[in-house]
């Protein structure tokens, strides 16, 4: 079995009185893509914003290759990292939202230089043949100076996961990154991430895609009311789920 690669213990979140995770204990380890499935609310995405630092959770802690996030040891007790430290480890981790979050005024090309020479400080002939070599990866070669307004929504989602990899993150995180698509749009996205799945990358993805998570997922983690109610092998957890709420919305997602 391979090591942690992102450890989360005790995590807990609020926001104003109402808690949203409740004491979530996870590993994630090198290589694995881990799908997180549940009810809208259940505080997938939540602990999707913990994991790459948008989010500060009251309690708990998550490592990543064994540093702590947001933390640093001192004088034996924990204390809070400044912000330019947590902005250099969340550059280790990329992240895909629903939205695509592009910018407008930015071309498929400049999207994706945009934060490695602004962040990595890499030079903008480096940063451009890297970006030109993923758009490659995303089949988007022939669209490098098209603007977002001139893209479909899977085109779009397919240049927000090019300009994570730009980063050359250590995790890739997806919050629902198909939700936001027509139809036939959904395949060509699951199709990059299958390709990265097959490279070896450690993904954690909110989906609803249960195909997906069949196909492509080494563990499927079951989210109700803030808490994991159940984890397992994707066989397990989505044809023997052993928690009646994870069989009752598997049933309402399949119905």
């Given at each position: 079995m391979n090591a942690p690669k992102i450890v989360?213990?005790?995590?807990?979140?609020?926001?104003?009185?109402?808690?949203?995770?409740?004491?979530?204990n996870l590993d994630i380890a090198e290589g694995d893509i881990v799908c997180?499935?549940?009810?809208?609310?259940?505080?997938?995405s939540t602990l999707l914003r913990c994991v790459n630092q948008l989010e500060r959770a009251e309690d708990g802690l998550i490592w990543i290759d064994g540093v702590p996030q947001g933390w640093k040891e001192k004088a034996g007790r924990l204390?809070?990292?400044?912000?330019?430290?947590?902005?250099?480890?969340?550059?280790?981790?990329?992240?895909?939202?629903?939205?695509?979050?592009?910018?407008?005024?930015?071309?498929?090309?400049?999207?994706?230089?945009?934060?490695p020479i602004r962040v990595k400080k890499i030079a903008r002939r480096d940063?451009?043949?890297?970006?030109l070599?993923?758009?490659?990866?995303?089949?988007?070669?022939?669209?490098?100076?098209?603007?977002?307004?001139?893209?479909?929504?899977?085109?779009?989602?397919?240049?927000?996961?090019?300009?994570?990899l730009a980063m050359e993150p250590d995790v890739m995180l997806f919050d629902e990154p198909t939700s936001a698509l027509d139809p036939?749009?959904?395949?060509?996205?699951?199709?990059?991430?299958?390709?990265?799945?097959?490279?070896?990358?450690?993904?954690?993805?909110?989906?609803?895609?249960?195909?997906?998570a069949r196909e492509v997922?080494?563990?499927?983690?079951?989210?109700?009311?803030?808490?994991?109610?159940?984890?397992?092998e994707p066989e397990a957890v989505l044809f023997a789920p052993r928690n009646s709420r994870t069989k009752d919305f598997i049933s309402s997602v399949l119905r």
């Open positions: 989360i213990r005790g995590l807990n979140k609020y926001f104003g009185s109402l808690q949203v995770l409740h004491n979530i997180l499935i549940g009810p809208s609310g259940s505080g997938k204390v809070e990292l400044p912000t330019v430290d947590v902005v250099r480890q969340r550059a280790k981790i990329g992240m895909v939202f629903q939205r695509f979050n592009l910018f407008p005024h930015f071309t498929a090309l400049e999207n994706i230089i945009e934060a940063a451009e043949a890297r970006a070599a993923l758009l490659d990866k995303v089949g988007l070669r022939d669209k490098t100076h098209a603007y977002p307004s001139q893209l479909s929504g899977g085109q779009q989602q397919r240049v927000a996961i090019a300009r994570a036939e749009l959904v395949a060509e996205v699951l199709t990059v991430m299958r390709s990265l799945a097959e490279s070896g990358m450690t993904m954690l993805v909110v989906t609803h895609e249960l195909g997906f997922a080494n563990k499927v983690v079951f989210m109700d009311k803030g808490s994991i109610a159940e984890q397992g």
